[in-house]
């Protein structure tokens, strides 16, 4: 219930920022989650530059060691892998890889499925049936047979696993995206602009897409620890990232087979994936909240009236 | 479509009835967990190894066996052999023996599994072992066979340990997965998660203290290892080094493998003998080897030692960067390109720690100065450089292989890897060539000879590969067994040879 | 209805079609399956040989061809891995995934409207909070290595449970928990999240005004109107499941789908990857129907 | 209405009172007070309305008696609501519920959003029994059917079984009432209960109730907004503004004698009856060149079609012919489902006529395609009747309208476009610095005034104006209607004007069309039409107005109680 007298003077909208900021440190828990992701992107971003080549440094002489010992330099804390390389080291410079990864295919898969969603959504000429069943043909297209087939044919690189993993995420845009439009599309905003000459080309670009786009990044956000965590299971199969190059997900599942014997290799990264994913699950939850009129309260401050 | 799922319920259902009560009678059964499931229980296949550990002497028996510690072949269904001419080898079979099915064993079933191995009808894989040779066999009376080539085999005996013999009930023209042999065990069931073997009342040897076996499969080393651990399992041929953690269990044994990586000889910078050889020094051997555990042995040459023509006395490349940076200044003096991009090509799983391996060897190539990048490749992909013809534009490249000989003879090496037709060469050296040829030709005394001397040029004139290290497998053996894995267990686990502790 | 399901199914037709040729021509990019089932040391005429055995010598449209008429006489090839028809060997696995997913599904689905329900009932609360985390948690690490650890600290440790296999009821207990670890963290989320708004909604002042009891308003009318939302994303993560539960089912030994589709790819036995793709697209879309049928049932406006 | 004053009369203390009731409502910002120092009293029998605009704090006091807002983010800052002597705040959950649906009830305004979809109605209804320990299975059900037959539901017995959206508007607001009389309350809060039905469905609910206060001797506490339906139900009347109780006291001398400026206000801003025809805001010259001409209009839908269903097609517009002149209104009249709005729409091509056609400027409108079509929507626009859904929520107020030159590239050089907003706005009665804002920043009136802004940017000729002051409160409206009447005036435009509401079109339209059924029923001049209906529907329309209750006498003729008037029924498969 809000209240807007009818003759009083709309309000000037306070700093947007600011207010989510404010919505922030009301929930301490997505708070620490933002947190935590700001540190890991600015690992990413930091990575290289501050732990140099440490991170591919061979050491055989002190191959899986221990963690918490402080007799080698600082980045050997969290111990060494299985070619004595400091897990630390190789945790941030890992960190720009696997989100780097996650970023580029989560963009281009909302990119390519929200532009086709917005068109299978507005249009019923026959194109809009051929994506749908393309969609469909894509959802039910093992995404293993994929990263197969694209591995063999374009060669192992970064790049080709953003495809795999961009494409086989796309249906999830699409479908939402057309949802939104086949809503969206009856509103009378588009009705109107109709009824002012505007085009379809104007129509999906004004009005559309941005109302759809919010919508598009909740899901991008729980979609991006969806992805990285296909990313690692396809390292698992081994039909992920290949070395030199290397991910969380690909340092777990070449940790994985130390799990008895040195923990430390696979369960840092492990944990690495845990903490981005998890954050950014409780962070989506939080934006969820805070895009919901009926339940932004719970992030207000809820300043009561002096009695 | 429909029956056939019903049918798929309901033989799932019984497979775990029969799992279940498999496991209360342990005592007489034997479980094994192998790393793979057998896509099929072909007896042509016993060379493919989950195939082999599981048919090979169990069910299906060859004609002869390979005595791990010697190489040379001895008796199993057949008793004794001659060479009666240049090109003819004589076999007495065993008298007495009965296959699973009643049928009896004898001339004509041997001449019938060797015929249906050679039909073209079914894809064999044991008889690639042959090579190109044309076989022509005649049973000659009830117990006695002849084998007719179209050129000599010296060693043929020791070829026919991959012929496994099968009831001439066996469909000619299709691959089976319900062979039926000599062995001590038939099988019972075949499913996606079992294999169950049962005893054979009537085998014609000692009867083994086993009266079931049941082969499951397990991807994953650390819970290979853990399954025996708990009991679930009584023996794992193959865990990762890291896993072998109890030398009580865990068993190591020298498995016939050879590491290596080739050198493209006919791409630059890496057709410059120098560039090969400071390929091969710049490697620290101590720290790699780290990754397979204290056991490997460095290798020097392509083959084991056992087999006829390893050269004991040569010695492997040491670990000497400073060597390694100065041949490649001289070369680079030469103008010789040795900043061109040199691409490195692993396979994934092609042995425990092959990726980590490569990454080491790509960082110390790095460190002397060589442009190195590393690509790992799926099997079908790898493949195509690993044989002829190589593709096309493949530029400078370094092949992650491993090969296993475990025939006794390094015919099966030399000619493949060093002479210009072999199947994996980058060589092409008339002059090599003809050493090669008549290396093959010869026997006895001036057979391994020759082949030692080819094995010295190659090490050291040619250059052509970089031998890393013979590799050794661990086992891992329940507490109640009494058994110790040798260099045979990678094709076959005789499960008469398997006793109980008491 | 019937006219929805049969316009329905025939989408689903042209799907499965589309999907079986585009499947059909991109494995045969992946390189030559002689290579993969000859050793390496065969003889490029035993490498004919096996490519005319298997009708692989042929150029790929003609393949194509000839595998269509197959198809028309229900023949859907011989596996060159497992000397079978390809079929029998899809449809061999496929129950068991069938099993594992369905389980996985049902509890988690179960559990997470246990629990979110609640949660929404007092959001905020410690309840709330720890639920919230924990599952999704669950939900944020690898499975493989929530696998591994497993087994190691309930088989290997604690000699609790089996390591893998099937065979007892004990067997069921890992893999559905790993299996349900993702299923269940976001459908928490979900039955949280809808149960929230749909207590906000109009008709739930209306029960309150009635004056009914607060269980009965929760469970009652809140959470009845939050099911379709979890159906549908329900419905997502079966679909996912029915694709096969790859890790899960290499790890513990389990003989499903998934991993035989893997091996298949790996081993590039072609006719077993179009059955089972077959046949697991073939479930997704009677899953997805069954789906919208569900939403009929859940929610009477829907009609078809 | 006499139990009422018999009961003041009795001297029995108000069965509610309300006293000082303060309720916030909070968030980032200052709370927002939604109810001020709110005091009232119902007493047993009688019928209270409270009228107020919206967000006058009118639903929000009476939530507050029922426990239903939310605490947080609302909260009670003070004052006390006495229950037959029980104060109600003090109450718990126990006490509360075994007053909710038993001896207060309330009915809402839209009851297909208050009525839970997933069950049957018979359901939702004997839940009220079974939750309060009256009745339970088979007997609850047979309450309810009796129920259902009470409140007018034909066939109770099969339609118990039905779901809320199989029936119509005015069938769910009885369902709602069948509920909420189930226990026999003291008293019956009803939010709104006819805002959203047509003026013939309102008059049958307003009877059902007035009919079931007479037959329990429940006291009504009525929520409005429309002076009209409090003057046909109030015994008495509290008027709220802003949150604060601005005026009470006997409805008759509420209405005739305002006293509080704002009530004032209120009571004048559109004059009913005769009075509109005096009205300014009918177009003084008409020029009589047609601009418009449409002809055998007619638009089929399919309903269903399917194996078994066979094609059933459905006329929402039946062969209407009209035409409209340069410079004048005409006023398009109907209830809801009488095609009024799809003329609109056809007429726009947002959708597709079946047959027909419309002459403009000597064109057939559904002819036309391309760069012609772009022309002719330069030269007609629409307003909508929700501005705020017609509104891009994303866009402020300057791309809002500019778009129509974003469209018409040729209709306005960019650099002009600034100067040309503040103008339009200027026009309109809003302010220049008002274009950087978004449409949620503005209130309801003043989000229609930038529609029209929007309308006029393209420099239309017509204006179809789709219910374009319906969702407006009362003294909105009127502003809205003088801003359009002054701006044809100055501009020389023509509206046709759809609406429901009768009072309203009579003030403006200089023509009316009578619309039912996709068919027009009655045509003619505004005045004359009034005057004389001549048609059975208009009179019915014109009939079903409310009167105040003090000029009805008691022994006027009234439907029987259980049978009223049938109503077009809704059925399932046209909502679904």
Not at chain 2, 183 to 211: I, M
Not at chain 4, 356 to 379: D, P, S, T, W
């Amino acid at each position: 219930m809000t209240i807007i007298s009818p003759n009083a003077n709309p309000a000037a909208a306070p700093g947007a920022s600011r207010v989510l900021l404010g919505y922030l440190r009301r929930d301490r828990l997505a708070l620490a989650a933002a947190v935590f992701l700001a540190l890991f992107v600015l690992a990413a971003i930091l990575g290289p530059w501050l732990v140099g080549d440490a991170a591919s440094r061979l050491g055989l002489r002190q191959r899986n060691l221990a963690p918490f010992s402080l007799e080698h330099s600082w980045i050997y804390f969290l111990g060494a892998d299985t070619l004595g390389r400091p897990l630390l080291g190789r945790l941030i410079v890992g960190a720009q890889s696997t989100l780097g990864i996650a970023a580029a295919a989560v963009f281009s898969s909302m990119l390519i499925g929200g532009t086709l969603g917005l068109i299978a959504g507005y249009s019923e000429r026959w194109h809009s049936h051929l994506i749908l069943r393309l969609a469909d043909v894509v959802m039910s297209f093992p995404s293993l047979l994929l990263a197969l087939i694209v591995l063999y044919t374009l060669g192992p690189s970064i790049t080709n696993l953003v495809i795999v993993l961009a494409v086989t995420r796309m249906p999830i845009y699409l479908r939402t995206a057309r949802a939104e439009v086949l809503e969206l599309r009856e509103r009378m905003f588009v009705s109107a602009a109709r009824s002012m000459g505007a085009g379809p080309a104007r129509i999906l670009l004004r009005h559309i897409a941005p109302l759809v786009l919010p919508t598009l990044v909740t899901i991008a956000a729980i979609d991006f620890a969806t992805v990285i965590l296909s990313e690692s299971a396809l390292s698992f199969l081994g039909l992920g990232i290949q070395p030199p190059e290397f991910t969380w997900g690909a340092m777990v599942a070449n940790g994985r087979g130390y799990l008895s014997t040195a923990w430390w290799i696979a369960f840092w990264p492990g944990l690495a994936i845990m903490l981005t994913t998890l954050s950014l699950n409780i962070l989506s939850n939080w934006a969820r909240t805070v895009a919901d009129p009926q339940q932004r309260w719970r992030l207000q401050t809820l300043r009561k009236a002096a009695r | 479509m429909k029956r056939s799922s019903v049918l798929a319920i309901t033989s799932a259902v019984l497979m775990t009835a029969a799992a279940s009560s498999a496991m209360a009678q342990a005592g007489q059964e034997i479980r094994i967990v192998l790393p793979e499931q057998p896509a099929n229980l072909e007896p042509c296949g016993t060379i493919i190894t989950n195939v082999g550990q599981i048919l090979s002497q169990n069910v299906v028996e060859p004609l002869t066996v390979i005595d791990p510690k010697t190489g040379q072949p001895q008796p199993k269904l057949a008793t004794e052999w001659t060479q009666v001419g240049p090109v003819t080898w004589r076999l007495k079979l065993r008298d007495g023996v009965k296959f699973q099915d009643g049928s009896d064993f004898n001339a004509e079933a041997v001449v019938f599994s060797i015929n249906r191995m050679l039909s073209g009808k079914i894809t064999c894989s044991n008889i690639a072992k042959f090579g190109d040779a044309k076989l022509e066999v005649t049973a000659v009376d009830d117990l006695t066979v002849e084998i007719k080539s179209d050129k000599p085999q010296p060693i043929l005996p020791t070829l026919l340990s991959v012929v496994m013999v099968v009831s001439p009930k066996t469909p000619v023209d299709q691959a089976v997965n319900d062979p039926v042999g000599t062995g001590p065990f038939k099988l019972s069931t075949f499913s996606p998660q079992t294999v169950v073997l049962d005893a054979f009342d009537g085998y014609w040897d000692q009867k083994p203290e086993f009266t079931k076996a049941t082969y499951v499969w397990r991807p994953e080393s650390s819970i290979r290892a853990a399954m025996v651990d708990t009991g679930e399992a009584d023996l794992t041929p193959s865990i990762a080094i890291q896993d072998a953690s109890n030398p009580e269990t865990d068993f190591a044994y020298l498995n016939s493998e050879t590491t290596a990586i080739r050198i493209d000889t006919a791409q630059p910078p890496l057709n410059d003998l120098r560039v090969r050889k400071a390929l091969n020094l710049a490697i620290d051997w101590e720290g790699l080897a780290q990754l397979f555990g204290d056991d490997v042995k460095r290798a020097s040459q392509m083959v084991v030692p056992g087999i006829n023509g390893h050269d004991d006395a040569l010695e492997a490349w040491p670990y000497d960067p400073e060597e390694a940076t100065k041949l490649l200044e001289e070369a680079a003096a030469d103008g010789v390109a040795v900043d061109t991009e040199i691409k490195l090509i692993g396979r994934n799983g092609i042995y425990p720690n092959g990726a980590e391996a490569m990454e080491a060897m790509m960082t110390m190539w790095q460190a002397v100065g060589l442009n190195v990048k590393l690509t790992m490749l799926d099997v079908a992909d790898w493949l195509r450089y690993l044989q002829k013809p190589f593709p096309e534009e493949r530029g400078a490249n370094l092949l992650q292989m491993m090969h296993d000989n475990n025939k006794g003879d390094a015919a099966f090496t030399i000619p493949i890897f060093y002479r210009s037709s072999g199947n994996y060469a980058t060589l092409s050296d008339p002059a090599l060539d003809k050493e090669i040829d008549a290396a093959l030709a010869a026997t006895g005394e001036d057979r391994m000879k020759s082949f030692k001397a080819l094995f010295d040029k190659a090490r050291k004139e040619v250059v052509a590969d970089i031998p890393m290290f013979h590799m050794i497998g661990y086992t891992r053996v329940g507490s109640r067994l009494d058994w110790k894995p040798d260099i045979t267990t990678n094709s076959e686990i005789p499960l008469a040879n398997i006793r109980l502790k008491d | 209805m019937f006219s929805y399901i049969g316009r329905r199914a025939s989408h689903s037709i042209l799907s499965v079609i589309g999907l079986l040729t585009l499947v059909f021509f991109l494995t045969r990019l992946t390189g030559d399956p002689s290579a993969l089932y000859l050793p390496l040391d065969a003889t490029a005429e035993a490498r004919a040989a096996f490519a005319k055995l298997n009708g692989l010598d042929q150029p790929i449209p003609w393949q194509f061809a000839e595998y269509l008429k197959d198809l028309l006489h229900l023949d859907f090839g011989q596996s060159l891995r497992q000397n079978r028809s390809a079929m029998e060997v899809a449809l061999q696995a496929f129950p068991e995934t069938l099993k594992l997913a369905f389980v996985a599904i049902t509890l988690s689905t179960a559990l997470a409207i246990l629990v979110g329900s609640l949660a929404a009932a007092r959001p905020g609360s410690l309840f709330d909070r720890i639920a919230s985390v924990t599952s999704l948690a669950g939900a944020s690490a690898p499975d493989f290595w929530v696998a591994i650890v497993g087994i190691l600290v309930f088989a290997v440790g604690l000699e609790l449970l089996p390591t893998s296999g099937t065979g007892t009821w004990a067997h069921w207990i890992m893999p559905i928990f790993v299996l349900m670890l993702r299923p269940f963290g976001l459908l928490v989320q979900v039955v949280r999240s809808t149960m929230l708004s749909a207590l906000a909604s109009p008709y739930i002042k209306t029960a309150r005004a009635k004056g009914l009891r607060r269980q009965k308003i929760i469970f009652g009318h809140a959470l009845r109107n939050s099911l379709l939302p979890v159906v549908t994303v329900a419905g997502d993560l079966a679909t996912s499941l029915v694709n096969g539960a790859v890790v899960v089912e290499s790890i513990f030994g389990w003989p499903g789908i998934g991993k035989l589709m893997i091996d298949s790819i790996i081993q590039r036995d072609f006719a077993v990857v179009q059955s089972t793709i077959l046949v697991t697209a073939t479930a997704i879309f009677i899953l997805n129907i069954a789906i919208d049928l569900l939403y009929a049932v859940l929610d009477p406006r829907i009609r078809y | 209405m006499k139990s009422a004053h018999d009961s003041i009369l009795k001297g029995e203390g108000p069965i509610l009172k309300i006293e000082g009731l303060t309720v916030d409502f909070l968030s980032n910002d200052e709370p927002v007070r939604a109810v001020d120092d709110v005091s009232f009293h119902v007493n047993r029998g009688e019928t209270l309305v409270i009228l107020g605009e919206s967000g006058s704090g009118k639903s929000v006091s009476t939530s507050t008696v029922m426990d239903l807002v939310d605490c947080p983010p609302g909260d009670i800052v003070g004052g006390s609501c006495l229950f037959d002597g029980t104060e109600l705040s003090r109450l718990d959950a126990e006490g509360r519920r075994n007053i909710n649906g038993r001896r207060i009830a309330m009915i809402f305004q839209d009851p297909l959003a208050y009525l839970n979809p997933v069950y049957t109605v018979g359901r939702q209804i004997a839940e009220v029994f079974e939750s309060h320990d009256a009745a339970r299975g088979k007997q609850a059900r047979a309450n309810a059917i009796e129920l259902l037959r009470r409140v007018g539901i034909p066939e109770p017995e099969s339609r118990v079984d039905f779901y809320p959206h199989q029936f119509s508007g005015g069938q769910r607001q009885r369902v709602m009432i069948a509920m909420a009389i189930a226990l026999k309350p003291d008293i019956l809060i009803a939010d709104e209960p006819t805002t959203a039905l047509d003026v013939s469905v309102q008059a049958q609910i307003l009877d059902l109730l007035r009919d079931l206060q007479r037959e329990t001797g429940m006291a009504l506490v009525m929520i409005t907004h429309d002076l009209e339906v409090a003057a046909s139900m109030a015994d008495r009347i509290i008027v709220m503004n802003g949150g604060k109780v601005v005026e009470s006291g006997l409805a008759q001398e509420v209405f005739s004698n305002p006293q509080h400026p704002y009530t004032r206000r209120l009571i004048g801003a559109l004059p009913h009856g005769e009075a509109a025809e005096t009205s300014h805001r009918r177009s003084t010259e008409i020029a009589g060149a047609t601009l418009l001409k449409v002809e055998h209009l007619t638009k089929e839908y399919v309903l269903a079609s399917g194996a078994f269903a066979g094609k059933r097609t459905f006329r929402a517009v039946d062969d209407v012919s009209f035409e409209v002149r340069k410079g004048e209104t005409l006023g398009v009249v109907g209830e809801s489902g009488s095609g009024k709005s799809s003329i609109a729409r056809i007429l726009l091509r947002l959708n597709d006529p079946s047959s027909g056609q419309a002459i403009y400027a000597g064109e057939n409108i559904f002819e036309m395609c391309g760069k012609r079509l772009v022309a002719f929507r330069r030269k007609v626009q629409m307003v909508f009747q929700d501005p705020y859904g017609s509104m891009n929520p994303r866009m402020n107020v300057r791309s809002i309208i500019s778009e129509p030159w974003a469209i018409h590239r040729d209709l306005l050089p960019r650099s002009n476009w600034k100067d040309r907003v503040a103008e339009l706005l200027d026009l309109v009665g809003l302010r220049p610095e008002h274009a950087e804002r978004y449409p949620h920043q503005f209130s309801g009136g003043q989000r229609q005034r930038i529609a029209i802004a929007r309308a006029l940017a393209s420099e239309p000729e017509l204006i179809v104006c789709d219910e374009a002051v319906s969702a407006l409160d009362v003294s909105i409206q009127a502003q809205v209607i003088d801003l359009l009447a002054d701006l044809r005036t100055r501009l020389g435009l023509s509206y046709i004007f759809i609406t429901h509401d009768l009072p309203i079109v009579r003030h403006f339209a200089d023509r009316i069309l009578v619309m039912k059924q996709g068919k027009i029923v009655e045509e003619g001049p505004t005045s004359a039409l009034f005057s004389a209906p001549q048609h059975e529907y208009t009179q019915s329309l014109l009939k079903a107005v409310p009167k105040p209750k003090w000029l009805m006498s008691t022994e006027a003729p009234r439907a029987v109680p259980g049978a009223p008037r049938p109503e077009r029924t809704r059925n399932g498969s046209m909502a679904g």
